[in-house]
């Protein structure tokens, strides 16, 4: 047993509260939602470049939803790309069995460059209640649809899923597999947090609260549904302007502006399948790209940031000066983790491998050091065929072969 000193209190107290926090998001997720049976006109929008190998399989699995089909519309953008991408749309639209329509865009914005110009021209469109979103190199559940918008009780502005890594027929690899971790695992720390402010929500000092309990520090915008009037309130993407983390910026400024709340899912139904990145220089460039939403944060965000420096930056480094406790601490931390991870799997009968979440904690441990290290010194982003200079603000210019517009 470690004596208890000053040298050994201080990693314990940090590892101690750490576990605490990831205990109580473990029961955060647990919250159940409150669900409603209204079936509103919804818009599901698709923004793809260069996708002719995904977008067949997305289209066909938003063809196939259980919703009525006059009640939903498909909207496909095809964002400049130079492949078989739009024509493969046009094909589908002539015989789809839904109400859905294209979307070519085939001249740069020089502002808004990359998804955020597909987006905004696809929305400038939407008349309907509901929008969701999603990339094309996803495929969604016969109810994703329904499961969704079934959320959207009168109090909230905002629904997101799951996000689950893999293809059909194709093992996973180690880092597919690192990658379904790190969905569950970030997926499962917003879902818990946004079950925590569920539960404030009814407690008497908050009931009735027009300021947002809780808005979160990042969105799957693969998987991501709100409401147009909201959108239209706060300007749209225009008013968020240029960003790599524009829906999380967006949902934001809707939580800010509506007082209304955002609800994180982790329904099978609501789950969303997306192609992984198959090598970690691609998974490092998502990342990246990521992190550059640490440049613009409230108050709760610094709270989640100083959560992971201290997890993942400050007790590495300690284990320098007092070894045994801040391995304990850190042991501490992955027994959280682990929770965190177990929970959200249990919900979707997924089955995680204890070296699959021990790899996890050492993977974000090398993650966190670089993107910090990369954020602070201000390196440009290289991400879906554009590069992006200091402060978001993309250059125009071009990296390799244009990708998905997502």
């Known amino acids: 047993m470690l004596p208890l000193t000053l040298q050994t209190f201080y990693p314990l107290l940090i590892g101690g509260v750490i576990f605490l926090v ?3 998001i473990s029961l955060g ?48 953008v095809d964002h400049l790309s130079k492949d078989r991408t739009g024509e493969l749309m046009d094909k589908f639209i002539e015989s789809a069995p839904i109400n859905a329509e294209v979307n070519h865009i085939t001249k740069p914005d020089s502002l808004y460059v990359g998804k955020i110009q597909g987006l905004m021209a696809a929305l400038d469109q939407v008349k309907s209640e509901i929008v969701l979103l999603t990339d094309a190199d996803c495929i969604v559940p016969e109810s994703w649809i329904r499961t969704i918008v079934s959320y959207f009780s009168n109090d909230v502005v905002a629904v997101g899923g799951l996000v689950a890594t893999g293809e059909d027929g194709i093992e996973p690899t180690r880092v597919t597999r690192l990658q379904n971790v790190d969905h569950r695992y970030y997926l499962g720390i917003q879902a818990g947090l946004a079950g925590i402010a569920g539960w404030l929500y009814n407690l008497k000092p908050f009931r009735g609260s027009k300021r947002p309990i809780y808005r979160p520090a990042f969105c799957s915008g693969n998987n991501l549904a709100f409401r147009l009037a909201a ?8 008013a968020v302007g240029p960003s790599l983390v524009e829906d999380h910026a967006l949902i934001k400024k809707m939580l800010r502006a509506t007082g209304k709340r955002i609800v994180i899912t982790l329904d099978p139904e609501a789950r969303v399948q997306t192609i992984p990145q198959t090598s970690y220089r691609g998974l490092w460039h998502q990342k990246r790209r990521w992190g550059e939403a640490m440049r613009k944060v409230s ?7 100083l959560f992971v420096f201290s997890s993942k930056i400050l007790l590495p480094w300690l284990l320098l000066f007092h070894p045994m406790a801040s391995f304990s601490a850190l042991v ?41 290290i990369a ?32």
């Open 299 to 305: 108050l709760l965000d610094y709270t989640m940031y």
């Open 231 to 238: 959108y239209k309130e706060v300007g749209g993407f225009r």
């Open 29 to 76: 997720t647990t919250w159940k939602w409150k669900r409603v049976k209204n079936l509103p006109q919804v818009t599901v929008v698709v923004c793809a470049r260069d996708e002719e190998e995904t977008i067949f399989d997305c289209m066909m699995s938003l063809a196939t939803q259980d919703y009525p089909v006059d009640l939903y519309r498909v909207l496909l």
């Open 22 to 24: 990831l205990l109580s």
């Open 332 to 372: 501490l931390v992955a027994i959280g983790s682990f929770m965190v991870i177990q929970t959200v799997s249990s919900k979707t009968s997924d089955h995680i491998q204890w070296r699959d979440i021990l790899f996890h904690e050492i993977y974000q441990v090398l993650l966190n050091h670089s993107l910090l």
């Open 375 to 406: 954020v602070l010194i201000g390196s440009p982003v290289f991400w879906k065929g554009q590069r992006y200079g200091r402060g978001s603000s993309p250059t125009g210019r071009e990296r390799n072969k244009p990708s998905a517009c997502s």
